[in-house]
């Protein structure tokens, strides 16, 4: 019965090539931890001098536990004793080798495996990895940075497309952190510690191929410019639509948040304008309304038509400056989704002496910036069309690794960690692997 629980044991624990001669349970703080004694079952090993095998045991070494994966969510221990051989040919005693683990090293490759994959997963912790591994977090971040210790510093080769974007890291090289992306592969290439110019220069200096580079998609954050003009002169610098755009969403914002505050917090025109449902109908493209979910509460199609016409005739006649604003942002966007290159230019300047005419504020500071950059968002308008859609999920998904981490404050680990979370193919992870963690 015994050996049938062993036979059974070494199957599970995936241990073919070792032989389990006890397994006993041990206390270890508020924890029992299952301890497995093994030996290898291979009986002949190549002598590391000359070359030849032999099957002479000359000893055994003292036993050595490894930390290993865990048997029915119990915390497991290998305990693993290592025979000397000694060579016929030439009488040099040598330690065999094993694939439980590397040397020198105490917890088994199996475990490091789950380790790395489980880093794959952007909402899992350093800490919960430690913890749900039965490992300290210091473990964890060791045999993270080993994995990744030959992770290039520098992108030697750059693809023709790049996008430029940054986000709020707060580590100890400073608050914005700078990404380097490829749009054509969504590939995120690098990350760097900060987002000013001089620094960016000294980056891409090591790059082979700039002149190759065709297209950089970017904000309206002028450093970045100034980087292109000096490093990429070949390329178009293409102001991303999200962006600019948001200009002209955030100016609508103002105008509503304007005219809210003019009315008391009782009034039903400040409910209106406070609500978010009605924040978020002013500020969609009116196309991309899908206005029967919006109002699925009510079954009637026909009566969905009339609802959506009355809550926008409702809230845009609260002011007329509102009603303005709302129409030249939907004009904007009727520019953006249906003009081309060649007439965008001159359709974007009609649009703009357009809110000159209407004065509002708000509106008139939306498009003097719009003006400003116009040669680069006419760049926008070419028929491939390149967002920054990929570098905002990337964003998106830093926030989240940031968040659970409470912040990093070692900027090179927070690299590393978004490199291998995005390209986890370098450590041949599949993004099968990764998504099975999630």
């Not at 978010?276 to 699925?296: A, E, P």
């Not at 026909?302 to 303005?324: A, F, G, P, Q, T």
Request: a positive charge; proline letters at 2%.
């Amino acid at each position: 019965m015994r050996l049938c629980k062993i036979e059974s044991l070494e199957q599970v624990l995936n241990l073919k090539n070792y032989k389990i001669t006890s397994v006993n349970e041990v206390k270890e703080g508020n924890k029992i931890i299952k301890v497995i004694s093994v030996i290898s079952k291979n009986n002949k090993q190549r002598c590391p001098i000359c070359n030849e095998y032999t099957s002479s045991v000359h000893d055994a070494l003292k036993p050595i536990e490894l930390k290993y994966l865990k048997l029915f969510e119990q915390d497991t221990r290998i305990l693993i004793t290592k025979k000397r051989f000694i060579c016929h040919k030439c009488k040099k005693k040598f330690t065999e080798e094993v694939d439980l683990n590397n040397q020198g090293k105490t917890i088994s490759n199996k475990l490091e495996q789950k380790i790395l994959k489980d880093l794959l997963n952007y909402n899992l912790s350093i800490a919960y990895i430690a913890k749900d591994n039965g490992l300290s977090p210091g473990t964890v971040r060791k045999i993270f940075e080993q994995a990744m210790s030959n992770y290039p510093k520098y992108i030697i080769n750059l693809p023709r497309v790049l996008s430029f974007d940054e986000f709020k890291a707060d580590t100890d090289c400073g608050k914005y952190s700078f990404v380097l992306n490829d749009l054509i592969h969504r590939k995120c290439l690098d990350v760097l510690p900060e987002r000013k110019k001089e620094s960016l220069l000294s980056y891409f200096t090591h790059c082979n191929n700039r002149d190759s580079v065709e297209y950089i998609v970017s904000d309206m954050y002028e450093p970045y410019l100034l980087v292109q003009k000096a490093m990429f002169p070949k390329a178009k610098y293409v102001v991303d639509r999200f962006h600019y755009t948001r200009y002209i969403m955030d100016a609508l914002d103002k105008v509503r948040i304007k005219y809210q505050k003019s009315f008391g917090y009782n009034s039903k025109e400040y409910r209106l304008l406070k609500n978010k449902k009605n924040v978020s109908l002013l500020r969609k493209y009116s196309n991309d309304i899908d206005w029967w979910t919006y109002t699925r509460r009510y079954k009637n199609k026909h009566y969905v038509e009339i609802l959506k016409i009355d809550l926008k005739r409702e809230l845009l006649n609260i002011n007329s400056d509102l009603h303005d604003a709302y129409i030249l942002k939907e004009m904007f966007l009727d520019l953006v989704n249906y003009s081309d290159y060649d007439h965008a230019e001159e359709e974007i300047k009609s649009w703009i002496e357009m809110v000159y005419d209407y004065n509002i504020p708000e509106m008139v500071e939306a498009a003097n910036t719009i003006k400003n950059w116009l040669p680069y968002i006419v760049n926008s308008f070419i028929d491939e069309r390149f967002s920054n859609g990929f570098t905002e999920g990337l964003n998106n998904k830093i926030k989240v690794i940031k968040r659970v981490a409470f912040g990093y404050k070692n900027f090179e680990f927070l690299r590393l960690r978004i490199l291998y979370i995005m390209n986890g193919k370098l450590s041949g992870i599949t993004k099968k692997d990764r998504n099975s963690k999630k």
